[in-house]
């Protein structure tokens, strides 16, 4: 059932709206928000072990990206030698049920986007009309 337009969020160019995909638009940070959100405050080398297949680089990028946002923090001990760890904050506790139901939704429709996606890719080139448009003729032209 179709929602008027009143009834649902304003997602354009400049809605509020956009910033939780925005804030998720790296390929890592959701991990490392389930990853905290499943064992709480970890040590960034117990992280890379539990994440798998993070570079170390990467995981610091996406830690700071996350600090940041205000959606982890970082605790550091004074202690020798000294230590951090990172935590959710209220708001990247908030989006732990948000991003579950992403998933559910990759778990239906993933197969069939990727399928999309195959045959997208191997559709052959459009011509160009010279114009930087479509020429609306697909494939090579006849005698080439």
Known sequence: ??????????????CRARVAFEVLGNRW???????????????????????????????NDALRRLERNGLVRRRRYREAPPRVDYALTEAGGALLEPMRAMGAWASTWADAVLAAQQRFEARPEPLRDGRGGRSGVRGRPAGH
Do not use: E, W
């Open 1 to 14: 059932m179709a929602q008027h337009p009143d009834q649902i969020y304003d997602y354009t160019s400049d």
């Open 29 to 59: 940070d959701s991990v490392v928000i389930f990853t905290l959100g499943a064992y709480g405050p970890t040590r960034p080398a117990v992280l890379l072990t539990r994440i798998g297949g993070i570079s170390p680089k990467a995981l």
